[in-house]
Nanobody
Framework: QVRLVESGGGLVQPGGSLRLSCEDSRSIFRPFTMAWYRQAPGKERELVANISSEGVTNYADFVKGRFTISRDNAKNTLFLQMNSLKPEDTAVYYC?????WGRGTQVTVSS
């Protein structure tokens, strides 16, 4: 059973925007941090941003000022608004929640 599902990826031009979503189908009744990671071909998976149950956010330097992480606690859903996308943002983006990984959504930024 898939309990963490990402969506919203796709092909966009440089400078474009995408909004990723991650829905956690589990019933969670305790505080937890959610995070976005990404992995490009031939590279290690890296943290993009995370957000605590209280809404405290952290961003990797390479996305600061361009990406915004948010969450809807009532729906156990995580979002990543990605603006001013660059070709180097091309990767599979993964959601992580309570040490559980989603299967990823592909983001491709290309002219």
């Amino acid at each position: 059973q898939v309990r963490l599902v990402e969506s919203g990826g796709g092909l966009v031009q440089p400078g474009g925007s995408l909004r990723l979503s991650c829905e956690d189908s589990r019933s969670i009744f305790r505080p937890f941090t959610m995070a976005w990671y990404r992995q490009a071909p031939g590279k290690e998976r890296e943290l993009v941003a995370n957000i605590s149950s209280e809404g405290v956010t952290n961003y990797a330097d390479f996305v600061k000022g361009r990406f915004t992480i948010s969450r809807d606690n009532a729906k156990n859903t995580l979002f990543l608004q990605m603006n001013s996308l660059k070709p180097e943002d091309t990767a599979v983006y993964y959601c992580n929640s309570l040490q559980t990984w989603g299967r990823g959504t592909q983001v491709t930024v290309s002219s």
